[in-house]
Each structure stands twice: as C-alpha cells, then as structure tokens.
C-alpha cells in the first residue's frame, strides 16, 4: 500500500492514538505524541503541518513500526485502511 500523499500532522496524531499515542505537549508548530508499550515509552514530535512531506511521514511510520513491533506495511495498513 501506497503512503497517501495529503495527511496532515493533526490527522496522523489522531491516527496514532488507536495505538496508544497521546498528545503530551505541543511547542509552536510540533506536537509531541508519547506512548507506553510494554513499559517503554516512546515519543514522536509530528509537525503540525497541513501536509506532511513524504520523507517526514516515512520516518514517522518507520519509528514507529520499530516501536512497536511490527512491519510498517501493516502499520500502514492498518492506520490508513479507510482512505
């Protein structure tokens, strides 16, 4: 599956919460999105931007596939599902 090319910084923080992110604070133009796994925490810095650039959003994803351990595709998959 394809990265879609319009997601916005605000909607991939929303995204992300049915995978146990929250907002923690927000500085300017970048949120910080923290979760717990297995007792490890994990922080993202997302920009809140109308649209992400490509990069920006692959090494978002890609960290957090890392994190929690699993392939990005079906990260992917199961974030961007209805779109």
């Known amino acids: 599956m394809k990265l ?16 146990g992110y929250q907002q923690t604070r927000q500085t300017g133009s970048h949120m910080r999105l923290t979760s717990s796994f297995k ?3 994990h922080h993202l810095t997302i920009p809140r931007h109308d649209s992400l650039r490509i990069g920006t959003l692959n090494q978002i994803l890609k960290d957090t596939a890392a994190y929690l351990e699993m392939d990005r595709q079906a990260l992917i998959k199961g974030l961007f599902k209805d779109q």
Not at 4 to 19: M, S, T
């Open 4 to 19: 879609p090319r319009d997601v916005g910084g605000k909607e991939l923080a929303n995204l992300l919460r049915q995978y």
């Open 39 to 41: 007792g490890v925490e």
